[in-house]
Structure formats: structure tokens, C-alpha cells
């Protein structure tokens, strides 16, 4: 049985509109692999790709961006190349 707050959560939730962007996850694996770099790509680079392509404020993406390379780092789906620069491992 759902409180009346929950049902109205609930029905908000089903209003909500479908979100059309990818997660910046997505984004920062399909920035790796567009950049191309050899010996990795720094958090900046990424960033300012990010920032380029889909016409967003560096900063603003700065922090996410950060926080999308510490969970691909956590759950494998990237690697650290050297120093402060990140390699997606199906690119090589």
C-alpha cells in the first residue's frame, strides 16, 4: 500500500519526459575513442571535447567528467595509461 506522497511521486515519475542526452559515462568512453591519443586522454582534453561537441560550459562538465573516470576506473570499463591520462581498453 502507497502513502499519498508516494503515488504522487510515483505519477510525477511516470510523467517525467524521456531524457535524450547520453549519460556523461557515454560520453567520456565516446571521447577517448574520438580522441584517439595514443598514450591516453587527460580530464581536460575530455572535458573540453565534451564541452565542444555538444556545446556545454567546461565548467560545468568539469566535475562530471571527473567523477565518470573514477567509476569507469572502479568498474574496469577504462584504464589509466599513465599519470592523469585515461585509455578506454577495447580501443587498443
Same mark, same amino acid.
Given at each position: ?27 567520456? &568512453?565516446?571521447?577517448?575513442?574520438r580522441l584517439q591519443d595514443v #598514450?591516453?586522454?587527460?580530464? !581536460?582534453?575530455? %572535458?573540453?571535447? @565534451?564541452?565542444?561537441?555538444?556545446? &556545454?560550459?567546461s565548467e560545468e562538465i568539469k566535475?562530471?567528467? #571527473?567523477?565518470?573516470?573514477? !567509476?569507469?576506473? %572502479?568498474?574496469? @570499463? ?15
Open positions: 500500500m502507497y502513502t499519498k506522497y508516494a503515488k504522487e511521486y510515483l505519477l510525477k515519475l511516470v510523467d517525467m519526459p524521456v531524457r535524450r542526452t547520453p549519460k556523461v559515462e557515454a560520453l567520456v &568512453v565516446n571521447a577517448i575513442r #598514450q591516453g586522454s587527460t580530464s !581536460r582534453e575530455i %572535458s573540453n571535447y @565534451i564541452s565542444q561537441e555538444y556545446n &556545454v560550459p566535475r562530471q567528467v #571527473q567523477f565518470a573516470l573514477r !567509476r569507469g576506473l %572502479s568498474y574496469r @570499463i577504462l584504464k589509466r595509461s599513465k599519470g592523469y591520462e585515461f585509455d578506454s581498453p577495447s580501443s587498443h
